[in-house]
């Protein structure tokens, strides 16, 4: 029985090709996929997007002795791109060197996942990175510094004035306080930082390439700008203004962890707060200032 029969009434792709990737059968859900394309030939006429996949994979792993491989490859459509998870083998009781192709769509799969991985690792609220992905990328950073030999920083912002905002003005501000300030953070940032919501009104930015001095002035600006967010129209400043206070840490010369960097960042901010007189405080190691 020729080996395309076994596959004939199956939902998914199925195509065997010889070692010149020229199409040899194909099955029927296979057929109604490319049925404008006429002329049967090479594979890449028919699927383009499989040219790349295909030929690295077939040279370099079936021709060394790998049975099988699976990778996802896409089929551009009209208006969207879906998604099929492909396994290439060979057929092992054909005499010539052909191999065999089942594709299964699983783009409902893949944007669900996706989906999720978003969930996992963003705020609902704000959509900024939450604090354990903050704690992989400035991990990353981190070892990037180190690597290159430069410096980069971490700011630790908390806001003063959340509780009474909350208090007098009911969650619904609040909440409404807490995306305002993750719009003025990723407005005022570089594409090359990183923002997240550590949980509560605590927020964490990493700066890349920057020294501590740096790192002190954007987080002056940043509170700055931070001050100018209107809460609610036509109440007093006192119920309404929006503060922060803000500590930095240098990596990797302060600490080469993200557990100690954040640490000395949230003890510069403490010192900050208890000092009406200052927003910002960077810690150097031996002394904190402004």
């Not at 790998?66 to 969207?80: L, P």
């Not at 999720?116 to 690792?121: E, G, H, N, R």
């Not at 203004?241 to 600490?255: C, K, M, Q, R, T």
């Not at 080469?256 to 000092?275: G, V």
């Given at each position: 029985?020729?080996?395309?029969?076994?596959?004939?009434?199956?939902?998914?792709?199925?195509?065997?090709?010889?070692?010149?990737?020229?199409?040899?059968?194909?099955?029927?859900?296979?057929?109604?996929?490319?049925?404008?394309?006429?002329?049967?030939?090479?594979?890449?006429?028919?699927?383009?997007?499989?040219?790349?996949?295909?030929?690295?994979?077939?040279?370099?792993?079936?021709?060394?002795?790998?049975?099988?491989?699976?990778?996802?490859?896409?089929?551009?459509?009209?208006?969207?791109?879906?998604?099929?998870?492909?396994?290439?083998?060979?057929?092992?009781?054909?005499?010539?060197?052909?191999?065999?192709?089942?594709?299964?769509?699983?783009?409902?799969?893949?944007?669900?996942?996706?989906?999720?991985?978003?969930?996992?690792?963003?705020?609902?609220?704000?959509?900024?990175?939450?604090?354990?992905?903050?704690?992989?990328?400035?991990?990353?950073?981190?070892?990037?510094?180190?690597?290159?030999?430069?410096?980069?920083?971490?700011?630790?912002?908390?806001?003063?004035?959340?509780k009474g905002i909350?208090?007098?003005?009911?969650?619904?501000?609040?909440?409404?306080?807490?995306?305002?300030?993750?719009?003025?953070?990723?407005?005022?940032?570089?594409?090359s930082d990183v923002?997240?919501?550590?949980?509560?009104?605590?927020?964490?930015?990493?700066?890349?390439?920057?020294?501590?001095?740096?790192?002190?002035?954007?987080?002056?600006?940043?509170?700055?700008?931070?001050g100018e967010i209107?809460?609610?129209?036509?109440?007093?400043?006192?119920?309404?203004?929006?503060?922060?206070?803000?500590?930095?840490?240098?990596?990797?010369?302060?600490?080469?962890?993200?557990?100690?960097?954040?640490?000395?960042?949230?003890?510069?901010?403490?010192?900050?707060?208890?000092?009406?007189?200052?927003?910002?405080?960077?810690?150097?190691?031996?002394?904190?200032?402004?």
């Amino acid at each position: 029985m020729p080996l395309i029969e076994l596959f004939e009434n199956s939902s998914d792709l199925v195509f065997v090709i010889d070692e010149q990737a020229r199409v040899v059968e194909t099955n029927r859900a296979f057929d109604q996929l490319f049925r404008e394309k006429d002329e049967i030939g090479s594979i890449f006429a028919l699927w383009p997007e499989l040219e790349s996949t295909w030929g690295s994979l077939v040279t370099s792993k079936l021709s060394s002795g790998i049975r099988k491989i699976r990778t996802d490859v896409t089929v551009e459509g009209n208006s969207s791109a879906a998604i099929y998870d492909l396994e290439i083998f060979p057929a092992c009781e054909s005499e010539q060197s052909l191999y065999v192709g089942v594709a299964r769509n699983v783009t409902q799969d893949r944007h669900e996942h996706q989906r999720l991985q978003v969930q996992v690792t963003t705020d609902d609220l704000t959509g900024l990175f939450v604090r354990s992905q903050l704690d992989i990328l400035l991990d990353l950073e981190i070892r990037r510094a180190i690597r290159r030999k430069s410096s980069g920083c971490f700011l630790f912002i908390d806001m003063d004035t959340f509780k009474g905002i909350n208090d007098v003005h009911g969650h619904t501000a609040g909440d409404r306080v807490l995306k305002a300030v993750s719009d003025v953070l990723q407005s005022n940032l570089r594409d090359s930082d990183v923002v997240a919501r550590m949980g509560g009104d605590e927020f964490g930015v990493v700066l890349a390439d920057a020294s501590l001095e740096h790192g002190v002035s954007k987080a002056e600006s940043l509170a700055a700008a931070i001050g100018e967010i209107s809460v609610v129209e036509g109440v007093s400043a006192t119920t309404s203004e929006v503060h922060v206070s803000i500590g930095v840490s240098a990596f990797p010369d302060h600490a080469d962890t993200p557990q100690k960097i954040i640490q000395l960042a949230d003890e510069a901010m403490y010192l900050a707060k208890s000092d009406p007189g200052r927003a910002v405080v960077g810690w150097d190691g031996h002394q904190r200032n402004s």
